[in-house]
């Protein structure tokens, strides 16, 4: 049973456009809300985190958003560019237990030139 | 950021034989490592978790007479898949976490595993 269920699949952005994408859990005692980056072939790589006290973080073109209440979050990629083509995943850890990661499905972003 | 090696990056090997994975911390110590496998457009599945000098903790479903762990130091951790067969073809990837020290995971480049 997938702890994180993550949306869509796949999406399709233009150049300079933003990509979203979403995720929601459901098990409250979640408390580390990482995004991974994974080209082909290659190890998934840390793109961004987040802590549940905080609604918002932002760095550089990512951002997550972060809605405790409705136990959803959701990176935006602005000003999408050809190099940001990869899957993205979105995972959820327990830090005071075993740091374990449950991974979302995973989202393969394409943007075209 | 931290490094997480990995070696080989891909091997291929026939049926019934032993493949052993490294996976290496190449600037901090890991408290706790993770190894993990990738089917194709698919998720990563845990497969265990391990720490440095205990044995090492499976998943439901892995079977731990078949993928060996070690973690033998604070920078080391080995995957042996003994008695490999063709299903266990797939996608390889260790990471590891400082634990204490530091909240994040830091992912090896994988490795490409074919059984014949």
């Known amino acids: 049973q997938q702890q994180v269920k993550q949306s869509p699949q796949s999406l399709i952005v233009q150049k300079g456009g933003i990509s979203i994408i979403n995720c929601a859990y459901e098990?409250?005692?979640?408390?580390?809300f990482p995004w991974y980056q994974q080209f082909p072939g290659k190890g998934p790589a840390l793109l961004i985190a987040i802590r549940p006290d905080v609604s918002e973080k932002k760095e550089g073109r990512f951002t997550i958003s972060f809605n405790k209440s409705a136990k959803q979050f959701s990176l935006h990629i602005m000003d999408s560019q050809p190099g940001d083509s990869a899957t993205y995943f979105c995972a959820a850890s327990m830090l005071r237990n075993d740091y374990k990661l449950s991974f979302g499905a995973g989202t393969t972003v394409t943007v075209r030139a | 950021g931290a490094v997480v090696s990995q070696h080989p990056s891909w091997v291929i090997c026939k049926s019934g034989t032993s493949v052993k994975i490294e996976c290496r911390s190449l600037d901090f110590q890991a408290t706790t490592m993770f190894w993990y496998r990738q089917f194709p457009k698919q998720s990563l599945m845990l497969m265990a978790t391990s720490n440095e000098g205990s044995k090492a903790t499976y998943e439901q479903g892995v079977e731990k007479d078949k993928f060996l762990i070690n973690h033998a130091s604070l920078t080391l951790s080995t995957l042996t898949v003994t008695s490999a067969h063709p299903e266990d073809s797939s996608f390889y990837i260790c990471?590891?976490?400082?634990?204490?020290?530091?909240?994040?995971?830091?992912f090896g480049p994988g490795t490409r595993l074919t059984v014949l």
């Open positions: 990471s590891a976490t400082p634990g204490l020290a530091g909240v994040e995971q830091f």
């Open positions: 098990n409250t005692a979640f408390d580390y």
